[in-house]
């Protein structure tokens, strides 16, 4: 079983540069998400979907896009990469909204020089 | 916004000891998960507490929710290396169709 699958897994980005970061589910889950992770900040939620052509802002939006063509893709889009967007960025899927068990990918370390 | 909080940041024990990591959010939760994370992986839920009051048990772990539904407690008895990672607790305010995880408390232990 595959479950969640999160590609590109480690990215460097010049200042300036866009790129996107692949999230794809195969549980059926309608609900998926993407959190950073900075030390020390745990997980905080950039944007998430509770179902195919709906998504919603989390607590970190800004300089994220996100879009749900279908079920099981949950792209994010950095426009314009910036050194605060260094991180670790995971994707979850679940059941539903924060009431059934989230599951991980397996994150994406992306550096911004 | 909803914050929750955990205390410690970190704890660090040794082989044997018992440890316990707090969770304490800002507006009542309607569900509280707990997740681990191994270094260098990814969250992995380990349960989910909904009722009030409610305490759950899985071998030598013990989740608890509070009677306010607004704090939540996961206990090790015992810890082994095999416990060693970062405990997140994540939940959900009634109004809102997220989760929000705490800063996550980094359990070492030494053997």
């Known amino acids: 079983n595959a479950g969640v699958t999160q590609t590109p897994k480690f990215q460097v980005l010049k200042t300036g540069q866009s790129m996107t970061l692949q999230c794809a589910q195969d549980?059926?889950?309608?609900?998926m998400s993407w959190y950073r992770q900075d030390p020390g900040m745990g997980l905080r939620l950039i944007h998430y979907?509770?179902?195919?052509?709906?998504?919603d802002q989390g607590e970190v939006p800004n300089g994220y896009n996100v879009s749900r063509s279908t079920t099981e893709d949950f792209p994010l889009r950095l426009l314009s990469a910036a050194p605060s967007q260094t991180s670790v960025y995971f994707c979850?899927?679940?059941?539903?909204?924060?009431?059934?068990?989230?599951?991980f990918g397996q994150g994406t370390r992306l550096t911004v020089v | 916004g909803q914050q929750v909080m955990q205390i410690p940041q970190y704890q660090h024990v040794q082989e044997g000891e018992d440890f316990t990591t707090y969770c304490n959010s800002s507006?009542?939760?309607?569900?509280i998960q707990w997740y681990k994370q191994r270094p260098g992986g990814h969250p992995v839920f380990l349960i989910q507490?909904?009722?009030?009051?409610e305490v759950k048990k899985q071998k030598r772990l013990t989740f608890q929710f509070g009677e306010a539904k607004k704090n939540s407690s996961l206990h090790i008895t015992a810890t082994q290396t095999t416990d060693v990672g970062t405990y997140f607790c994540?939940?959900?305010?009634?109004?809102?169709?997220?989760?929000?995880f705490g800063s996550g408390t980094r359990l070492q232990v030494q053997p």
């Open positions: 507490l909904v009722k009030s009051g």
């Open positions: 979850a899927s679940s059941y539903s909204a924060g009431q059934t068990e989230a599951f």
């Open positions: 507006t009542t939760l309607s569900n």
């Open positions: 549980m059926n889950h309608e609900y």
């Open positions: 994540a939940g959900q305010n009634t109004g809102r169709r997220a989760l929000t």
């Open positions: 979907s509770v179902g195919a052509g709906i998504t």
